[in-house]
Structures are given as C-alpha cells and as structure tokens.
C-alpha cells in the first residue's frame, strides 16, 4: 500500500523558514516523479513544486519559484520542501503527492494527510 | 502559463439530477486534463484522467468528456455521497495547475 506521511508543519514569522518532509513506502520511490500541492483555508488546491524521479528536472509555481526548493534522498525515500521568505499567503496545508504512473507529469493518484504550515507574527 | 476555469464555482441540486461542471483551458491541452473530488475535511480523490479514464473503483455515475480546451465532468445521478469539490487539473506539461473548482451540495 502506498503510503505518504507529511511533516515539518508548524508555526513561523513572515520572513521565516521551514523545511516539510514526505516519507513514502509501499513504491519504489526512485522510480517516481513528487510533487508539493498546498491548500489556503477555504481555498482551492494550488500546484507548488515537482521534482523527478533522479531530481533531473525540478518545477515550481510562479508563486514560490525563487523561496522554495524541492528535494528529495531517494535512499532514505523521502522528499522534502525548503520553504524560505514566508509569507502570510504561504499559510495552507501542504500535501504530498505521487502520480498514476512513473512517467512524465502525470496525474496525481495517491496523497498524503498533510502537513499544515501558518504564517503568522 | 496557461489557466484553468471552472464553471460554475457552486451548485445546489437534487438526489438523482444530472449534474454537469465545466472546465476551461486557456490554451489548448489535448486530453491531459483530470478531475478530483474532495470532500470536507478529506483529501483529494483522482476520479478521472485522460479527460475521460475512469480511476479503479470509481462509481460509474461519474463521467468525463472533451479535449482541446472545453471539458466536462458529469455525474449522471447525483448522490448525498457526491457532496464534495470538484477540481479540475491539466498535467500536459509539468506545471499542474487546478481549476478554481465547484462545490456541489443537495438542494
């Protein structure tokens, strides 16, 4: 069964950082592509970063593109989002994310719980 | 970058109506297009991908159509489970954006 389990959520000032975690089981994590989604309260999902299976090829929205980095330790099956220069607009749920299929970009079938970041003085 | 518009952002219908939500690419994006249902406090669900590829162990009720720009998603006789938002997403290139999404509740 695949399995993804966020954290590294919490509570930060605007202006701060904060690095989530994904630890994946059940696949052979090397073999797929991740993504970061997020979700504001009472908003909509919003796409973040994706990163491929050898981290070759790494995406980000226009939104975070510059603050955050996405990575991943495809031997320890993990990935992560550095999240720097945060802002109030940055407070949402952060899901973790894998696709259909190990190719390119696919859709997303499997999700974690989420991890919830606020920004906050 | 090319954008993704729902319509309409909410509707209210009857156990057993048809229900149809559109969706909207900016630019055209063949058939890469998937739809997703969340209800309250749940995460997100794959219900459809390649426009109209029903995901393993969806109800047969729910179904998709269109390519190019213009896309539907039906549910062809609403359920009080149906209660949830709906999502649409392109995934032709990397950048995965979402449509604005669709509440749908029983009237």
């Not at chain 1, 993804?4 to 509570?11: D, K, P, Q, R």
């Not at chain 1, 089981?25 to 009472?42: D, K």
């Not at chain 1, 299976?53 to 099956?77: H, L, P, Q």
């Not at chain 2, 909410?10 to 149809?20: I, M, N």
Request: proline content about 4%.
């Amino acid at each position: 069964e695949v399995q993804l389990v966020e954290s590294g959520g919490g509570l930060v000032k605007p202006g701060g950082s904060l690095r989530l975690s994904c630890a994946a089981s059940g696949f052979t994590f090397s073999s797929y592509s991740m993504n970061w989604v997020r979700q504001a309260p009472g908003k909509g999902l919003e796409w973040v970063s994706s990163i491929s299976s050898s981290s070759s090829y790494i995406y980000y929205a226009d939104s975070v593109k510059g603050r955050f980095t996405i990575s991943r330790d495809n031997a320890k099956n993990s990935l992560y989002l550095q999240m720097n220069s945060l802002r109030a607009e940055d407070t949402a749920v952060y899901y973790c994310a894998r696709g259909v299929w190990s190719g390119y970009s696919p859709p997303l079938l499997h999700w974690g719980q989420g991890t919830t970041v606020t920004v906050s003085s | 970058d090319i954008q993704m518009t729902q319509s309409p952002s909410s509707l209210s219908a009857s156990v057993g109506d048809r229900v149809t939500i559109t969706c909207r690419a900016s630019q055209g994006i063949s058939n890469y297009l998937a739809w997703y249902q969340q209800k309250p406090g749940k995460v997100p669900k794959l219900l459809i991908y390649a426009a109209s590829t029903l995901q393993s162990g969806v109800p047969s009720r729910f179904s998709g159509s269109g390519s190019g720009t213009d896309f539907t998603l039906t549910i062809s006789s609403l359920q009080p489970e149906d209660v949830a938002t709906y999502y649409c997403q392109k995934y032709n290139s990397a950048l995965l954006t979402f449509g604005g999404g669709t509440k749908v509740e029983i009237k």
